[in-house]
């Protein structure tokens, strides 16, 4: 469960201060006056992450032979014409000395196609990114394979994508929130074997946008002072 802050604290304050990406994570530039005192990390909310996994593969899907079919589970939605999924309640935290973020979401995608042959669940998915540490990041999911012999594989917490985040900037959304726009991603080696070996190592996935706020709650709720005598 991600650490809320001990004082309200909006994401737009925090666009407006921040100056880039650095070192591949949500820099954002803290208030002055706190310069001088470690703030406690950041407590993200109301995250989304649009990401279609891999276009080709969908393409693939919606042919005639392939008898596909890709259901969105569990709060995610796919955009029309076969389009990317969004994945959604995303809540984590932004460590605002390391400047990595952590975003887990809720909903999933499954495929299928040739009449049960191929069967893929891809779910709990979470991005996470390095922050000072290097311009990388990276997507987890539980993943769900069927394998040659009828029978189905269970990987949690796969590394499924691994993110580029160099020269990627934030950007300003709706009510306040950050946008990591077109986020590049490549396939794992752990993602390649998660995927039925559709494709391999290094192959290229969909650009994934990230969107967060931060969390304006207090972390308790205020007390009611002792009576006076």
Request: charged share 20%; glycine share 10%; aromatic share 6%.
């Amino acid at each position: 469960m991600a650490t809320r802050m001990r004082r309200p604290v909006t994401l737009a304050a925090a666009v407006t201060t921040a100056a880039a990406l650095g070192a591949g994570a949500l820099t954002l530039a803290l208030p002055a006056a706190a310069a001088d005192t470690p703030a406690p990390p950041m407590s993200l909310v109301d995250g989304t992450l649009d990401w279609g996994i891999k276009q080709s593969f969908r393409s693939y899907l919606a042919q005639p032979f392939a008898k596909g079919r890709i259901t969105a589970e569990g709060g995610a939605t796919q955009a029309a014409g076969n389009g990317v999924f969004t994945f959604v309640d995303g809540t984590g935290t932004y460590d605002t000395t390391s400047h990595a973020t952590a975003t887990a979401f809720k909903g999933g995608v499954h495929f299928e196609a040739h009449e049960g042959v191929l069967d893929i669940r891809v779910s709990d998915v979470r991005l996470k990114t390095a922050g000072s540490a290097a311009p990388t990041g990276e997507i987890t999911a539980d993943v769900v394979t069927k394998e040659k012999d009828g029978s189905f594989t269970t990987r949690d917490d796969v590394s499924f994508a691994a993110l580029d985040m160099t020269g990627v900037r934030p950007g300003r959304g709706a009510d306040g929130a950050m946008v990591f726009k077109d986020i590049p991603a490549e396939l794992t080696k752990d993602g390649a074997a998660a995927f039925a070996g559709f494709y391999k190592e290094g192959d290229a996935l969909d650009a994934a946008t990230l969107t967060v706020k931060a969390d304006a709650r207090p972390t308790t709720p205020p007390t009611t002072p002792p009576p006076t005598t």
